[in-house]
């Protein structure tokens, strides 16, 4: 079972083995992840906060509304193609805390349920990468909203054999 850290040093430390157990290259491309994932969230933020003032008629709207808004912005595929490369960093250090363990959850039943929830956000975000490639690659999103890309997802899923 893992504890918490009690002091600053413990602390310290357990970043440090967390650390060692993830390669140098994974630990910067997860640090961008978090990086994009706070970018996503404060433009989500700010939709909201621009239709809750009514100024410029916006609509509230989540994360693929966000990518949606980045890809109209000037430079925007650009953009995007960073907040995609960033969220694939972000989904990929939550499959490796769900798969190794990095930071030494355990095995009891609430670390399984965390490592769970880590594999479950990393699934999501993994989602909001190829949302974000399809709208690059405009097979989706452009203002079609949610609901046309999910359609858009099930037509072609629909479209394979069996």
């Known amino acids: 079972m893992t504890t918490l850290p009690t002091n600053l040093h413990d602390a310290k430390a357990h970043l440090d083995h967390a650390r060692h157990k993830a390669s140098p290259f994974i630990e910067k491309f ?15 933020g700010a939709l909201a906060a621009i239709a809750a003032f009514g100024n410029g008629g916006g609509d509230t709207t989540g994360s693929r509304g966000a990518l949606d808004t980045i890809a109209r912005q000037p430079f925007g595929q650009a ?17 490796i805390r769900a798969i190794e363990d990095p930071e030494n959850e355990g095995s009891d039943g609430k670390a399984i349920a965390r490592r769970i929830g880590f594999f479950i956000s990393g699934v999501v975000h993994f989602g909001l990468v190829m949302y974000a490639l399809s709208v690059m690659l405009g097979g989706g999103g452009g203002g079609g909203g949610d609901d046309a890309g999910a359609q858009s997802w099930s037509a072609r899923a629909m479209s394979y054999p069996l």
């Open 30 to 44: 997860a640090r961008f992840g978090y990086a994009a994932k706070g970018v996503v969230y404060v433009i989500v």
């Open 79 to 95: 953009l995007l193609g960073l907040v995609a490369f960033g969220l694939a960093g972000y989904s990929l250090w939550q499959f």
